[in-house]
Nanobody
């Protein structure tokens, strides 16, 4: 089992920044990717960003490209999501996820079903 501990959410104004953190613990030795998804009220969970643990390659949803940055921490199995120039439409619960499914060293895990473990989520609210 893998446990995910997310932190860093909060209430900010449009244009502000936040950094989300996610620390994975437990059986993390076969982590192939970590990613962030979000779910706004009344909407389906959507992909935000992912990082391939082998190659370090990243990919972002078009809606956050250029504003959000996903990165690995110095601590093993820690991932961050730096969110700049936040907009009210970024308001959502943000979920960290781990994939223990190997596809290739360069595969980019953008699909909900490609992840095995999920955190409880952290609320991000952006006021206009």
């Amino acid at each position: 089992q893998v446990q995910l501990d997310e932190s860093g959410g909060g209430l900010v104004q449009a244009g502000d920044s936040l950094r989300l953190s996610c620390a994975a613990s437990g059986r993390t030795f076969s982590t192939y990717a970590m990613g962030w998804f979000r779910q706004a009220p009344g909407k389906e969970r959507e992909f935000v960003a992912t990082i391939n643990w082998s190659s370090g390659s990243t990919v972002y949803a078009d809606s956050v490209k250029g504003r959000f940055t996903i990165s690995r921490g110095n601590a093993k199995n820690t991932v961050y999501l730096q969110m700049n120039s936040l907009k009210p439409e970024d308001t959502a619960v943000y979920y960290c996820a781990v994939s223990r499914r190997y596809y290739s060293d360069s595969y980019l895990y953008t699909g909900f079903n490609e992840y095995n473990y999920w955190g409880q989520g952290t609320q991000v609210t952006v006021s206009s």
